[in-house]
C-alpha cells in the first residue's frame, strides 16, 4: 500500500487520515497501517474549561520495537488538569491481507465524522436543557436579574423577551439560545 497517498484522499469535514510506516528493528519487515481520526467535538476542557484545540494531529504512532510487531500506541492525551482529551481514530484494514482502498478509508471517517456530530448534538442538548432551567429560574423571581448579556453569555433582557444563551461545545456549532418564547411553545408528538 502507498501511504504516502492517505493524506490525498477526500475525507468529511474535521476528519483525517495518515498512513503509519515503520520497519520492525528485529526483522527487518516494512510495518504499515492506515489510521483515520476525527476532531475533537469540543474545544473546551470539559473539567476545566480551559481553551483546548479541536483539530488534533494524528493521535497514535506506530511502534517498531522489539516484538512489538507494528502496535498502533496513543499519544497521551491528557491535559494539565488531568483530564482525559481522548479523540476518537481508528485503523482501517484491508480485505483479504490487502492495503484498504480509498473507499475503505473515507467510509471509516465517514463514521467517525458522524459520531462527532451526535457527539456535538448530545452536548447542545444538554446546555440546552441547563439554560432551560435558568430561564425559567430567572423568570420565576420576583425580582429578575440578568446574569449575561448579548455579549457574554447566561440570562439577560433583550429588550423585547427573556434571552438565555451558552455558547457551543466547538466553535463550528452555532451559540445555543433559548428565548422566553420559546417556554412557552409545547411541542407535541
Given at each position: ?25 528485529i526483522?527487518?519487515e ?22 483546548v484545540?479541536?483539530?488534533v ?99 439577560y ?33
Amino acid at each position: 500500500m502507498n501511504t504516502e497517498n492517505v493524506r490525498e484522499i477526500p475525507l468529511p469535514p474535521h476528519t483525517q487520515a495518515d498512513g503509519l510506516t515503520a520497519r520492525d528493528i528485529i526483522t527487518g519487515e516494512p510495518l504499515t497501517r492506515v489510521v483515520v481520526w476525527a476532531d475533537r467535538p469540543y474545544d473546551r476542557c470539559p473539567q476545566c474549561e480551559q481553551g483546548v484545540s479541536a483539530v488534533v494531529d494524528c493521535p497514535v504512532t506506530l511502534d517498531a520495537g522489539a516484538g512489538q510487531g507494528g502496535q498502533i500506541v496513543e499519544y497521551s492525551q491528557q491535559h494539565g488538569c488531568g483530564y482525559w482529551l481522548s479523540v476518537d481514530w481508528t485503523e482501517v484494514t484491508g480485505h483479504h491481507g490487502e492495503g484498504p482502498t480509498d473507499t475503505d478509508i473515507a467510509a471509516a471517517a465517514a463514521q467517525l465524522a458522524h459520531r462527532r456530530q451526535q457527539h456535538i448534538a448530545e452536548a447542545c442538548q444538554t446546555i440546552e436543557a441547563g439554560l432551560r432551567r435558568d430561564l425559567v429560574a430567572v423568570l420565576a423571581q420576583e425580582d429578575k436579574v440578568s446574569s449575561g448579556s448579548e455579549f457574554h453569555a447566561g440570562v439577560y433582557h433583550d429588550g423585547t423577551e427573556w434571552v438565555a444563551w451558552a455558547e457551543a461545545p466547538v466553535d463550528d456549532a452555532d451559540a445555543i439560545v433559548v428565548c422566553e418564547s420559546d417556554l412557552a411553545q409545547v411541542t407535541h408528538v
